[in-house]
């Protein structure tokens, strides 16, 4: 079975910068995975942010950004906001066609 | 604009059957794929499966395969997912999310979700 892991939280200062990272259980993440990668506020549905790899969605304000680094996906922010503190999740695509989320991290913006 | 409505809350007996509804609206609804993601609670999201919407085949994640049905009304753009043998353990909330047109790894419109009880 394929496990996609995150970190389960993580904790930015107001403005600072933060990386959530996703890997697979299959090895390195590639472009080929197309990493998506979504926010969850309580009580909400999950907005995406972020497909194949780093590509924004038109409402995504421009301190998020993804990317590849070593062998996982990554979202980056930079110059956290209050109304960032939210769970964020990747999701990769295995072909077939397959796809996984990962756990999520809690980020804490504090 | 796009929209994707669910159906309202359901509650179940253990061994029964669930089928949630997800009308489409603001967009052509056979040219694009739709797929069935569920979160337990206080838990993580779960990808179940996708259908294209003009009616084409269903592929299942494998813990889902045998148990869930995937299928879509193009009369009245409205895709549905039935899950049946229900357990305590499918309590949870199921979203309908709007796929890409060509490619299944492109998510962008999220239903509301429909929450699901399984109880005896």
């Known amino acids: 079975q394929t496990v996609v892991t995150q970190e389960p939280s993580l904790t930015v200062s107001p403005g600072g910068t933060v990386t959530l990272t996703c890997a697979s259980s299959?090895?390195?993440?590639?472009?080929?995975?197309?990493p998506n990668w979504f926010q969850q506020k309580p009580g909400q549905a999950p907005r995406p942010l972020i497909y194949s790899t780093s590509n924004r969605h038109s409402w995504t304000p421009a301190r998020f950004s993804g990317s590849l680094l070593g062998d996982k996906a990554v979202l980056t922010l930079s110059g956290a906001q209050p109304e960032d503190e939210a769970d964020y999740y990747c999701l990769l695509y295995y072909g077939g066609p397959q796809l996984v989320f990962g756990g999520g991290t809690k980020l804490t913006v504090l | 604009q796009v929209q994707l409505v669910q159906s309202e809350t359901e509650v179940k007996k253990p061994g029964a059957s669930v089928k949630v509804s997800c009308k489409a609206s603001g967009y052509t609804f056979t040219s694009y794929y739709l797929h069935w993601v569920r979160q337990t609670a206080g838990q993580g999201l779960e990808w179940m499966g996708v259908?294209?919407?003009?009616?084409?085949?269903?592929t299942y994640a494998p813990k889902f395969q045998g148990r869930v049905t995937m299928t879509s009304d193009t009369s009245t753009t409205t895709a549905y997912m039935e899950l049946s043998s229900l357990r305590s353990e499918d309590t949870a909330i199921y979203y309908c999310?709007?796929?890409?047109?060509?490619?299944?790894?492109?998510?962008?419109?999220w239903g509301r979700g429909t929450l699901v009880t399984v109880s005896s």
């Open positions: 259908i294209k919407a003009n009616g084409g085949s269903a």
């Open positions: 299959t090895g390195a993440v590639t472009s080929g995975y197309y």
């Open positions: 999310v709007r796929g890409g047109t060509l490619t299944y790894y492109y998510f962008d419109v």
